[in-house]
């Protein structure tokens, strides 16, 4: 019995070591860099260490695929035969022949070896660092970098050959998992994070977020048809008329059907006497920004904002005035009904 010990003990071993291998393999890719950062940023050493292994992820990778190797192939060759010839001790009183004891003694040990290799060495570490990927990224990414740095040579050659391979079929290789997200993840993930309660979206602001990026221009503009439009002679006496009829405080001025600029109701409200009843002053005219009809709303924002623009003229694809887009509507987009406070 005394003789066979040796290799149960390194059977338990072994699976301890692969276990490791295999938790630190899926951590390093699982955990997230955003979790990782603020403690190396504040001074953890597991932290920075885990964040460079997390850069470095194919050493990483090629770390954990020799370690869970040599501990497999060491399994069988060292603790099956141990667990074979250990079964044969009891089978042997039993009728069987000796051909068949032996035979019934490796398939009971084999499959034995095989389980407790599934699942202690390989299912219970992965599902752990699935679970708290951070945590054991933390606890396991720091001796992994030790293994990887004390076998350097090796673990570079294996990993400057897999990357040879990789460019052979065209495929660039990678150090690092990828950790950014598009447009269409970022909505799937809000989405996703809502149903599953983690997320709370009440005013919607984050979703008007995610689809504020994918509209243009034109899903927001307003025709000159619906506008109320006053010409570039216009008074401060017809502005106040306008503002009593309509509401709104802000107008645009139009010559001959064509946008040239806009007032607002503040511009003209230190105007009286002769002036009351005078076109105002162009300079006092504000200007429009111009913006094409198929623009995205986040790049006709910028240009408004550039040009401190509340209104901008929208361009089809000749150059011809289609229709204006307000800043207040653009806002809205993101934020929901903003009201103007003078509207009737």
């Not at 509340?310 to 653009?330: K, S």
């Amino acid at each position: 019995m005394s003789e066979y010990l040796p290799g149960i003990i390194w059977l338990l071993v072994l699976l301890v070591v692969n276990a490791f291998f295999v938790g630190a393999e899926f951590a390093v890719i699982s955990a997230r860099r955003s979790q990782i950062e603020p403690r190396a940023q504040a001074g953890s050493r597991a932290a920075q260490t885990t964040l460079w292994a997390m850069e470095h992820a194919t050493l990483m990778l090629a770390t954990s695929q020799l370690g869970i190797t040599v501990c497999s192939l060491l399994i069988l060759n060292v603790s099956e035969p141990a667990i074979h010839h250990l079964l044969e001790i009891p089978l042997a009183h039993t009728p069987l022949s000796p051909e068949t004891v032996t035979v019934v003694a490796f398939v009971v040990a084999l499959g034995l070896v095989t389980f407790l290799h599934v699942v202690f060495g390989e299912m219970v570490p992965k599902n752990i660092s699935f679970s708290v990927p951070t945590a054991a990224a933390l606890i396991l990414a720091p001796p992994l970098v030790f293994v990887a740095r004390m076998f350097k040579p090796v673990i570079w050659s294996l990993n400057g050959i897999a990357n040879g391979i990789l460019r052979l079929f065209r495929v660039t290789p990678k150090d690092e998992a990828n950790s950014t997200y598009s447009l269409d993840e970022v909505a799937t993930i809000v989405a996703q994070s809502t149903r599953e309660g983690v997320l709370v979206d009440g005013s919607g602001t984050l979703t008007a977020v995610v689809e504020f990026t994918a509209k243009t221009v034109g899903d927001v503009e307003v025709p000159l048809g619906d506008l109320v439009v006053l010409s570039s002679t216009v008074t401060p006496a017809q502005i106040q008329q306008a503002v009593a009829e309509h509401g709104y405080s802000r107008y645009l001025l139009t010559a001959n059907g064509e946008p040239n600029g806009y007032l607002h109701i503040k511009d003209v409200m230190d105007l009286a006497g002769s002036a009351y009843t005078a076109a105002v002053p162009a300079k006092r005219v504000r200007r429009l920004a111009a913006v094409r009809r198929d623009s995205e709303l986040e790049d006709a924002l910028a240009t408004m904002r550039r040009g401190g623009s509340h209104i901008a003229r929208v361009l089809d694809d000749t150059g011809g005035t289609t229709g204006v887009i307000f800043l207040e509507d653009i806002v809205e987009e993101l934020v929901g009904e903003v009201q103007d406070a003078t509207t009737r």
